[in-house]
């Protein structure tokens, strides 16, 4: 992960228009480059891409797939779902970082841009944790929140949450003691 002044943000929008909007927002603090489909996308993402801002629903080679083929190309990056669909429960399974609906303005745009790069340090697990924690409020927003996708995801947050807690009084712990042995 480069730092936030190197980072390299991909932009994925089927809209020209937003890309060059979403652009013109973020090429003053980042390297940025743009693909208007899927194809287009997985042509440009390689392994310097810190943060990918992708668009669920584009013609050819939706959002979902081309999340996929980024995993599949071992493409270490944050990503960010970046669209105009309400999410449902099918997002808990989707390999992201985070959802947001559009449109955003530039402040909420650079400050995700921002979230995500901070997130790239955190370990795996406190990253899966903000990952679910991303995904249970957009289904809180959108109003999806009577599904066994949900509780279960419910369920997932909070054990991540009791993992992370305990590792941290562990290692508050030794920490405390360090001095002493």
Not at 85 to 107: G, L
Not at 132 to 137: E, P, R
């Amino acid at each position: 992960m480069n730092d936030d002044e190197n980072a390299t943000v991909l932009l994925v929008d089927d809209e020209p228009a937003l890309v060059s909007l979403y652009s013109a927002y973020l090429e003053d603090r980042y390297e940025v480059r743009t693909a208007t489909d899927g194809e287009e996308a997985l042509s440009v993402a390689d392994g310097s891409v810190d943060v990918a801002l992708v668009d669920r629903r584009m013609p050819g080679m939706n959002g979902e797939d081309v999340l996929r083929e980024l995993c599949a190309a071992e493409i270490d990056c944050r990503v960010a779902m970046l669209t105009a669909v309400e999410p449902t429960a099918d997002i808990v399974e989707m390999p992201f970082d985070d959802y947001r609906t559009k449109p955003v303005d530039r402040p909420e745009l650079i400050g995700l841009v921002e979230v995500l790069i901070e997130r790239a340090s955190y370990d795996e697990r406190s990253q899966e944790f903000f990952a679910l924690a991303s995904k249970k409020a957009a289904l809180e927003i959108a109003g999806e929140t009577s599904t066994t996708a949900y509780e279960t995801l419910c369920d997932d947050l909070e054990s991540i949450r009791t993992d992370l807690d305990n590792h941290l009084d562990a290692v508050g712990a030794e920490a405390a003691f360090s001095d002493l042995a």
